[in-house]
């Protein structure tokens, strides 16, 4: 089941258009991880996720429920979210920071406990909040989003102006949570690393656009062979045999197989070699996160087939 579903979702901030024709698809359970620089879009579509700005066009669908001004209220008792920096209280300590928004959402008063348990803050829970470090206030802000132990947790950004312990306690955090209590994640960032260590699935935004999605084990150790010859038909005749299918050749001449292995291409350049191809290029490239990033990242997003 897909807990998050939008379809054709657009949103224009006078002429600029911020979102354009995003498709999302969130499963049940699992991190999934919103890559993109800053500028891309993505706390523009987090926002209209969370109700808080309405879509020029297109639809938000959460746990299967169209989003909207009536549903809102019933669906946002099932969602937590931590966007921007938390709202706290300096003057109060993070128990009763807590304890002020357990009343106002009516949950048991253990899950004050709990939450601070989760996020790690049991042993300062009585401590003012204004005494807490940039990374303290982050998880006091993530117990907050716990409080009412949603079925969504929204994250934007949440490691944002952490320093590098901050940032691994915070990545601890998101990756155990599905594990510990079975929400889902929605969490935005800009940080190859951060995504590549805690998501299950990813989402690449580029200029409003989404330009490629699914699970994050589909990229890894994931290659193109690079193949340029002189004469195309042996390169057919000897991929085949290795159950190689290249796709159209570029300006260059050069053919392309996804999914090919280091044996693959051995195999390959040896039999070309006897076949007398012509070969004069061979390379396997990698394709995982980070040079799937840098490709949409570097060039335009229509460059990544969605």
Known sequence: MDVVSTHGLRRHFGAHLAVDGVDLRVPQGKVYAFLGGNGAGKSTTIRLLLGLLRPD??????????????SRRRLAPRVGSLVEQPSLYDNLSARENLRLNQRLLGCAPSRIDAVLGQVGLRDAADRLAGTYSLGMRQRLGLALALLHAPELLVLDEPTNGLDPAGIRDMRELIRELPRQTGVTVFVSSHLLDEVSRIADHIGILHAG????????DALRDRSTLEVGVLDAEPLHACAAELGLAFEASDEEGVWHAPGADRAGAIALGERLARAGAGLHHLCLRDDG??????????GTAGEVAA
């Open 57 to 70: 066009a297109g639809e938000v669908r959460l746990f299967g429920e169209s989003l909207t001004p009536g």
């Open 209 to 216: 656009r989404l330009c490629w999605q699914g699970a994050l």
């Open 289 to 298: 996160l980070e040079a799937l990033y840098f490709r949409i990242a570097g």
